[in-house]
Every structure is written in C-alpha cells, then in structure tokens.
C-alpha cells in the first residue's frame, strides 16, 4: 500500500486571497506569498502539504472510525461513516507540533455528499488520539476533545444550518455564526446601540460577536454596525458618536427591518452538497482568523489557552438522524504551515 505524498511543489488551489464586495483582507502576507517563502526559504518555514495520492492514508495519521472508514482514492481522502445516527470517521495529524506563537495555518479544499443528516468538522484539535467528535452540540456548545480547539463546524442537529466557526479552551468556548438572517417582522426595533429581534428567529447567545449586521426597511436606507455582543433577541453594537445615528452606518434602523448578520455571503456560510470549498484557519499567536475560499468570515481572539499549546489537524463526518444517510467528508487536500522553531 503506497502512502500519500507529504510534501509537494504543487500551489494549493485558492491559495491566495481575493477580495469579494463587504469581505475583509488576511492579516499579515497573503496565503500565497506564504507558500511561496516557504519553498524559497526551508530554515524559517516549515510546511505539511498532502494531496492523498496513492490508496492509503500516511501513517502519521491517526484514524478515529466507528462503524465507518477513512479511504484514499482518485486523490481524495474520504471519510465516510454509516448511515447510524452518530456514526463517524475522521482522523488527526499524529502530534501536537503546530502553535500559536508560530503562526500555524491549516487549509483545507473539501466538499461533503450529504448535508441534511451530517455533521462536520474541520479545523486543529488539542489532542492526538481523536475522539467521537470535538463538539456534541453545537447550539449551547457541548465538548468532548481536549482544550484548545479550533474548529469550522457544520451540524445538521443544530438550529441553524450553516458553518460556525469555534474556539475551545481553560477559559470559555467562543463561537461566530457566519449567517444568518430575518425578513421584516412585526416588534422588530432598534436604539442608537441595540437591535431587538421580535422572536421569529431565536439567535444563538453569544454567537454574533465581531459580525456584521445590515438592516433593510423598503423607502428606507441600507445601514449596518458591528455586533459587539448578543442574547437570543437582541445584538448590541458600538454606541458610536453622540449623534443619533449611535453605531449605525447610516442611521438607526426602522422598525420592521429585515436584518442580517454575517461576515461572508450565504453562499459561503452554508454548505451545498459536492460543491467543493476551501477552509482555512490561521492563529497569530492566540487569536484565530477564520476564512472560506481566501474570504475573512470570522475571527475568534483568545482561541488557545497559550500561544505555545501544541494542535494538530483535525477531520472529522459523522451521521446525524436515523435514515439511509451516511455522512461523508471528501478531502481533496491538507496544507499546514508555520514558522519553523529555530532552536530545533
């Protein structure tokens, strides 16, 4: 049995950045004058890259099956669980070798068969040998891996069926909604500093953070604030200057406005089945950067309980519901990078 390829000159596909209407820039270098320091300069970088050629997993990995399995075929790694509710595969990447204060970055290109019945996890785990999934429920977030995980999450058991971004560690989980949305709805109100929901849509508490919210109203202008924080009905956004508008781009919203809240279009926050997608986590020392298709849709600070706690990458499908329906994962590839540790 042959073993994947780990290290390739081969560019990652969407690994540089490109800027779309309302999304935000990287931090620091783009994604593709990274790889290209990393080929040029092997004493500052180091570097994973994987695009599961051959018909095996590399044995650096670690499999986490149940009732399920983790193959390689036409130059994917495919993990695929039964159709039992809660049955899984998935896989990490063997050691705790990535951080924080190194930069560490992981890219992920992936698409999943099924979306109605499967949750989905992508992103680096603070631990080695894996378990039945980093998260159990996504909506008041229940963990069972190790501290210091950071994650994109998609669970169909959950209230909204769209990617969330998670942070895990010693202090408290964080997590970013990256969409959601509200037509005009009678109740619905809005301050100079809040933006009350009339209860047609119970957000998530705590899950809006650092995201944009836009108001609509027909007649009226488009406006928008940062969320600072939020309750499952009311967003509080910056109070702004001392003039009426408060926070607000462009005037505080009327009453009955249709609303959302997002950093990146739907198109990006919510999975479409076999449609392919690239994932990327980036951590600059303990805040985690967060983008879909080189498009910044979320950023969790103190994501790590350290800037030295040592990650590794994590995959992982697993079946939600009774039904004929496994969840399955295609990974088309894996790239890591990160500082190299120069006393080494």
């Known amino acids: 049995m042959a073993n994947t390829t780990l290290l390739t000159r081969a560019v990652p596909r969407n690994a540089f950045f490109r800027r779309q209407a309302g999304s935000l820039p990287p931090q620091g270098n783009t994604l593709f004058d990274q790889l290209i320091a990393a080929e040029v300069n092997k004493d500052a970088y180091q570097q994973l890259f994987d695009d599961f050629q051959g018909d095996s997993l590399h044995d650096m990995y670690t499999l986490k099956e149940d009732a399920g399995a983790t193959t390689v075929a036409t130059s994917l790694a495919i993990l695929n669980s039964t159709a039992a509710d809660n049955k899984y595969a998935g896989f990490t990447g063997g050691d705790l070798s990535w951080k924080g204060n190194r930069n560490c970055m992981l890219q992920v290109r992936a698409a999943t068969t099924y979306i109605t019945k499967t949750k989905l996890e992508i992103g680096f785990a603070g631990l080695v040998a894996g378990n039945a999934g980093c998260v159990n ?87 928008s604030a940062k969320v600072l924080s939020n309750t499952t009905t009311v967003c509080t956004v910056a109070a ?68 030295t706690a040592g990650l590794t990458p994590w995959l992982f499908a697993q079946a939600r519901g009774t039904g004929d329906q496994a969840a399955i994962l295609n990974v088309d590839y894996l790239w890591m990078i990160q500082s190299r540790d120069v006393t080494a």
């Open 240 to 307: 702004g200057d001392t003039t009426t508008r408060g926070g607000w781009s462009n005037g505080i919203p009327q009453d009955e406005s249709a609303f959302v809240i997002a950093n990146a279009p739907a198109a990006l926050a919510i999975p479409v089945a076999a449609q392919y997608n690239t994932y990327t986590i980036k951590i600059e020392q303990d805040v985690a950067l967060f983008y879909i298709n080189g498009i910044q849709v979320a950023v969790i600070p103190a994501a790590v309980s350290a800037v």
């Open 137 to 223: 429920a996504i909506d008041d977030p229940s963990w069972t891996a190790a501290e210091d995980t950071v994650i994109f999450c998609f669970d169909a058991d959950g209230t909204l069926d769209v990617w969330q971004a998670m942070a895990y560690n010693s202090v408290a989980p964080k997590k970013r909604v990256l969409y959601t949305s509200g037509t005009a709805t009678a109740g619905t109100s809005a301050t100079r500093d809040t933006f009350t929901e009339s209860g047609a849509t119970t957000w998530i508490a705590n899950a809006m953070g650092g995201q944009m919210l836009t108001c609509t109203k027909t007649g009226y202008p488009i406006t």
